[in-house]
């Protein structure tokens, strides 16, 4: 029943960061494996980052590898995805995604995997 909501979105420059964040109100998601995801107009969700409980464990899409980090925030008790270096191809809504699980090492690159999903926020890197 928690919902989760992105924020930190909004249309920059290519070569700009931006941060991401999401959580849920009230609530820690410390209890999840969590992950990104990207979707372009008339493209397939994308993966885009993910990372475990602990945050030990992080992985990433290879068209973001080097130029994002994700990672959690342990004191709102969500998560945050730094982006560095943004490109023209970032561009798109992006989607917080959570799923519950007792392994704090867990990690899920299959949106199919995830039960919780935000509502999705835009990213918009003009060249």
């Known amino acids: 029943q928690v919902q989760l909501v992105e924020s930190g979105g909004g249309a920059v420059q290519a070569g700009d960061s931006l941060r991401l964040a999401c959580g849920a109100a009230?609530?820690?998601?410390?209890?999840?494996?969590m992950g990104w995801f990207r979707q372009a107009p008339g493209k397939e969700r994308e993966f885009v980052a993910a990372?475990?409980?602990?945050?030990?464990?992080?992985d990433y899409g290879d068209s973001v590898k080097g130029r994002f980090n994700i990672f959690r925030d342990n004191v709102k008790g969500g998560i945050a995805l730094q982006m560095n270096d943004l490109k023209p191809e970032d561009t798109a809504v992006y989607y917080c995604a959570a799923k519950q699980t007792f392994s704090t090492l867990q990690i899920f690159t299959n949106e199919g995997r995830y039960d919780h999903w935000g509502p999705g926020i835009q990213v918009v890197v003009s060249s």
């Open positions: 009230g609530r820690s998601l410390s209890g999840s494996t």
């Open positions: 990372v475990s409980r602990s945050g030990a464990r992080t």
